[in-house]
C-alpha cells in the first residue's frame, strides 16, 4: 500500500501507511506459517485458556454432571463493524450467550469462527478480538475452539464472526416459547430500538445525527437474578432482529396464546423515539441486543420486576402487559388513546417511509 | 416531543371523540387523502372509537400506491442498467411490478439505494461522475418542492448525469373524480394536511360548492385527526358546505408562495394515470421542456413499456370509498404485504395493506 | 406522502447556494433545506418533509387550537355534556 493511501473500514479512517505485516493477506488463510503466527499473535493473546492453547483439531471439555445442554449458533455481520456502544465482537458474543440464557442455560463455552476480509488492518481484528475478551470475560465463558479464513477483497465487508455457544440448564428450570399461560405478565427489562437505530446512524447513509448508544450486553446475569426470585419464569427470550414486534408474535404463535401490551408502558428513549418519527419507524420492530423479555407466573410478577430493576441491564424493566387467551396466535396493542390495534409480525426491511 | 406530544394527549383526544359521538345524529360518509393520516388512524386505532354512524373510508392518498404498474416496470429497467445508480424512497423498493421489484434488481447486481432525501441523490451524482444518477421521484404535493428544487441544484450545479423518473400526483383532481363518480357515497373530505401546508386550501371551496361536501384542513396526530372529523361531521349535520382549517399551526389558505413558485418553474400539469383508478385529467406533474434533460423517462428511452393489472384486483373500488378491503375475494389469500396483486397492498398505507396489518380481528380474513 | 415531523432550528448556514439548516427533532438532528421558509430563524420550529422544511409551526396557533379544546373541556365539566360547541 502506498504512502498516500488511505484505508477506510466503515468510519474508521486509518491515516498511517500500512505495512505488510499489518493488514490481513489470504496468505493468512492458507494453513501454512502465515496462519499459525496470525493464530498465535493475534488470536491467542485474548483468548488465552487451557484448552484452547492446547491446540488440537478439536476441544475436549468435562461433561458437566446435572442438567442438559443448551447450545445454539450464530452468525455476525454488521455494518459499520464499531459503532456507539459496541462493534462486532461484543455482539458476537453477546448474541450467543443470550441465545443460551434465555433457555434458562448458564453459558459455558464458545466457538468462534471468523472469515476476514483481505485487507483488514490488523489492528482492526485486534481491537475486535479485544472486545470479544472483555465481553466473553464479563459474561464468564470462555472461547475454546476457533477458525479463520481470509476471503478475498470485497467478498466479505470486513469480518464476519460465527459464534457457537454451549450452556448447561440447571435441573427445575422450564423455560420455551410454548410455555406462555394465560395470566402470565409480560415485562421487557428496558428501552427499545437501541441498537438498530444506533447502527443506521453510524451508518451514515441517511443523514441523520443522534446520541444513541447500542444496547449490546450479555445478558446472563440478569437472568441469574431473575432465576434467583422466582421458579415461575415461562418464557425469555432476547427482541433481537424484528424486534420486540416479532419477538412478541412468535412466542404468541408458539404458546397458542394472545399477548396484549399497553403502549404507554413501552420504554423507548425520547432519541429513539425521535429518529422513528423522522424515519417513519416504528420501535416495536427495531432489533435490541441487550434487552429480554420475560413471561412470569403473575404471582411472581412483582418480585421479578424488583429484581430486575436491581440489575445494571434491568434498570429500566417495565411492565408491558399480559398473556390472554384469544384471539389466539395474535399480539394486541392498546395504543395510548385507548384503540386497539393488531401487531404484527416484521414483514421485509424496515424501510424509511415519505408517508 | 414538542408539537407532537401535546396532539396526543389521550384526555383532549377522548373529549373530541365524545364530542364526535354527541354531534353525529345521523350516518356519515368521510374520505381522508392521506397515507400518513390513513397510517395514524390505524397506528393509533382511532377507527374503532369513532360512533358506528361515522364511516372513514380511505381514498387513494398513498403516492406508492398509486403508481402505475407501468411506472415501476420502468424504473425496474432503468434501475437494472449497469451504469445507473437508481436512488428512491424506501416505501418504493417493496412495490413490485409485473415480474419483480427493486430489491431483487438489487439482488441480481443493480445500484439501488434507499435516501431519504432528493438531495442526497444529488450528493451521490456529484460523488459519481461516471455514473447516471436516477432519482425516482414520486409523491403528492408535499413532496413536490422537495423534488422540484433537486432538478434546480441540477441545473444550478451543471450536472450532467442526474435525472428524475417522475410520477407526481395531485389531491383536487383525484376529489373530482371521485365526487364525479355516479357511486360515490363520500359526503365529507379530510384534506390532507402537509399537501396544504404546500398548496394552500384555496383549490378546496369551489369543490366543496359544487359538490356541496365539507372539506376541512386535518393534521396527523390523533387529536388533529379526531378534530378534523369533529369540524367535519358538525358542518355535514347543520348542511354547511364549507372549507375550514383544523390545522392551522401549520396551514394558512394561500400555502408557501415560495414552493408553489419552484414547483410552477419545473413542473406542468398533465395527465396522469392512477393505479386502480386509471386516467384522472390534469392530475399529475411532468418536468416543463426546459428541463427535459433530467427526464429520465426520455433519457433512458423506456416511454414504450406497457403493464396489465391483476384481473382479481379491485383497488380502484376501495380507493374510491366503494369497496372495503374484507370484500376482495383475494383478500389475505393470494394477496397479502408479501405478495401483493395490487395499488392498495403494496405499500404499508394502502388501505388493504393497514387492515391487514392492523384490523383483521374485525373481519378475520 | 406525508411525513412530515417538527423540528426546530438549531443553526442556519448556506451549502451549494441553498439556506440549509441543523434542526433538532428531540434528540435526533438532521439537516433540512430552509429555502421554502425564508422567514423561519433559529429557534422557530418547522415541519420537515424529506429533507425540506415546508412550513413554520405558529406557536400561537397551536395554543389556541389546544386552549380552545381545554376551555370547552373545562366549561363541559362544570356544566355538564349538554353544551352546545361553537
Known amino acids: 500500500m502506498s504512502e498516500e493511501e488511505q484505508v477506510v473500514i466503515h468510519g474508521l479512517v486509518c491515516p498511517r501507511p500500512l505495512a505488510h505485516d499489518e493488514t490481513v493477506v489470504l496468505g493468512h488463510g492458507s494453513g501454512g506459517r502465515m496462519t499459525f503466527d496470525l493464530i498465535t499473535k493475534t488470536f491467542y493473546p485474548p483468548f488465552s485458556n487451557p484448552t484452547l492453547l492446547r491446540g488440537d483439531d478439536a476441544a475436549v471439555v468435562e461433561r458437566p454432571e446435572e442438567g442438559k445442554l443448551a ?10 463493524l464499531f459503532f456507539p456502544g459496541g462493534d462486532i465482537g461484543r455482539l458476537s458474543v453477546a448474541g450467543t450467550v443470550n441465545d443460551l440464557v434465555c433457555m434458562g442455560a448458564q453459558p459455558l463455552w464458545l466457538t468462534a469462527s471468523f472469515i476476514l476480509e483481505e485487507g483488514l488492518p490488523l489492528y482492526v481484528l485486534q481491537a475486535a478480538l479485544e472486545s470479544m475478551k472483555s465481553t466473553a470475560e464479563e459474561a464468564g465463558v470462555q472461547i475454546i475452539a476457533g477458525d479463520t479464513k481470509v476471503a478475498e477483497r470485497g467478498k466479505a465487508d470486513g469480518i464476519f464472526i460465527s459464534t457457537t455457544g454451549v450452556g448447561r440448564i440447571p435441573p427445575g428450570r422450564d423455560v420455551h ?15 427499545l430500538g437501541d441498537h438498530g437505530l444506533a447502527v443506521l446512524a453510524a451508518r451514515g447513509e441517511l443523514g441523520f445525527e443522534a446520541q444513541i448508544r447500542s444496547d ?21 427470550r432476547d427482541p433481537t432482529r424484528g424486534g420486540l414486534a416479532t419477538t412478541l408474535n412468535e412466542i404468541a404463535r408458539q404458546s397458542g396464546v394472545c399477548i396484549e401490551i399497553e403502549e404507554t408502558m413501552i420504554p423507548v428513549d425520547p432519541s429513539v423515539e425521535a429518529a422513528c418519527e423522522m424515519l417513519g419507524f416504528d420501535p416495536l420492530y427495531v432489533a435490541n441486543e441487550g434487552k429480554l423479555v420475560v413471561i412470569v407466573g403473575a404471582g411472581d410478577a412483582d418480585v421479578v420486576e424488583a429484581a430486575m430493576r436491581d440489575h445494571p441491564y434491568g434498570t429500566g424493566t417495565k411492565r408491558i402487559g399480559v398473556v390472554c387467551e384469544a384471539p389466539e396466535r395474535r399480539v394486541l396493542m392498546k395504543t395510548g388513546i385507548g384503540g386497539t390495534r393488531v401487531v404484527d409480525v416484521l414483514s421485509g426491511e424496515l424501510l424509511p417511509r415519505i408517508c | 416531543m414538542k408539537y407532537i406530544s401535546e396532539y396526543r394527549d389521550a384526555d383532549l383526544v377522548k373529549k373530541v371523540i365524545a364530542d364526535i359521538h354527541s354531534t353525529a345524529t345521523r350516518d356519515w360518509v368521510l374520505m381522508e387523502i392521506c397515507g400518513g393520516q390513513t397510517h395514524a388512524i390505524v397506528r393509533h386505532g382511532l377507527g374503532q372509537l369513532l360512533p358506528a354512524q361515522i364511516e372513514l373510508v380511505h381514498g387513494p392518498g ?9 411506472l415501476i416496470d420502468k424504473a425496474l429497467a432503468i434501475a437494472a ?100 363518480s355516479p357511486h360515490n357515497r363520500v359526503q365529507g373530505f379530510l384534506a390532507a394536511g402537509h399537501v396544504c401546508a404546500v398548496m394552500g386550501y384555496w383549490e378546496y371551496p369551489p369543490i366543496a360548492q359544487t359538490y356541496k361536501v365539507p372539506i376541512v384542513v386535518t393534521g396527523f396526530e390523533p387529536l388533529d385527526i379526531a378534530r378534523g372529523i369533529l369540524e367535519t361531521v358538525k358542518l355535514l349535520e347543520v348542511d354547511r358546505y364549507e372549507v375550514t382549517n383544523a390545522y392551522s399551526r401549520a396551514v394558512t389558505r394561500a400555502g408557501n408562495q415560495a414552493a408553489q413558485q419552484v414547483i410552477d418553474r419545473v413542473f406542468e400539469p398533465c395527465d396522469r394515470k ?25 433519457l433512458f428511452d423506456v416511454e414504450a413499456i406497457q403493464a396489465e393489472e391483476s384481473p382479481l384486483c379491485i383497488a380502484g373500488e376501495i380507493l374510491q370509498g366503494l369497496k372495503k378491503p374484507h370484500h376482495c375475494e383475494a383478500f389475505g389469500n393470494p394477496c397479502t404485504p408479501e405478495n401483493p396483486l395490487g395499488a392498495t397492498m403494496v405499500s404499508t398505507e394502502g388501505a388493504c395493506a393497514a387492515y391487514y396489518r392492523y384490523g383483521r380481528l374485525e373481519h378475520p380474513a | 406522502m406525508c411525513l412530515g415531523i417538527p423540528g426546530k432550528i438549531n443553526s442556519i448556514y448556506e451549502s451549494d447556494g441553498l439556506r440549509m439548516g441543523k434542526i433538532d427533532f428531540g434528540g435526533v ?58
Not at chain 1, 450486553?217 to 418464557?235: K, M, N, Q, R, Y
Not at chain 2, 393505479?275 to 426520455?298: C, K, N, T, V
Request: contains cysteine; aromatic residues 6%.
Open chain 1, 71 to 80: 447450545v445454539s449458533t450464530d452468525a455476525h455481520i454488521v455494518a459499520p
Open chain 1, 177 to 191: 416459547g410454548a410455555n406462555a399461560k394465560v395470566g402470565d405478565v409480560v415485562l421487557v427489562s428496558g428501552t
Open chain 1, 216 to 236: 449490546v450486553a450479555p445478558l446472563h446475569g440478569l437472568v441469574e437474578a431473575i432465576f434467583a426470585v422466582s421458579t415461575d419464569i415461562h418464557v425469555l
Open chain 2, 62 to 70: 398513498c403516492p406508492v400506491c398509486v403508481t402505475p404498474l407501468e
Open chain 2, 81 to 180: 442498467r449497469p451504469e445507473v445508480i437508481f436512488t428512491s424512497y424506501g416505501d418504493m423498493l417493496r412495490v413490485p411490478g409485473s415480474q419483480r421489484d427493486l430489491f431483487s434488481i438489487r439482488a441480481e447486481g443493480g445500484d439501488v439505494r434507499v435516501v431519504y432525501s432528493p438531495l442526497d441523490a444529488i450528493k451521490i451524482a456529484r460523488e459519481n461522475p461516471e455514473k447516471q444518477v436516477v432519482f425516482f421521484a414520486i409523491g403528492f404535493e408535499t413532496t413536490a418542492p422537495a423534488n422540484a428544487m433537486s432538478v434546480v441544484q441540477a441545473a444550478s450545479l451543471g450536472l450532467e448525469n442526474f435525472s428524475l423518473l417522475v410520477s407526481h400526483v395531485r389531491v383536487p383532481p383525484a376529489m373530482h373524480a371521485i365526487l364525479n
Open chain 2, 274 to 298: 392512477w393505479r386502480g383508478i386509471g386516467m384522472i385529467p390534469e392530475s399529475g406533474w411532468r418536468l416543463r421542456p426546459e428541463y427535459a434533460r433530467f427526464d429520465a423517462e426520455q
Open chain 3, 29 to 86: 438532528q438532521r439537516e433540512a433545506c430552509l429555502d421554502y421558509v425564508p422567514e423561519a430563524e433559529i429557534g422557530d420550529y418547522v415541519v420537515v418533509h424529506v429533507g425540506f422544511a415546508i412550513s413554520r409551526l405558529s406557536e400561537e396557533e397551536a395554543q389556541e387550537t389546544l386552549s380552545l379544546i381545554r376551555e370547552i373541556m373545562d366549561i363541559e365539566e362544570e356544566l355538564g355534556p349538554e353544551v352546545e360547541n361553537t
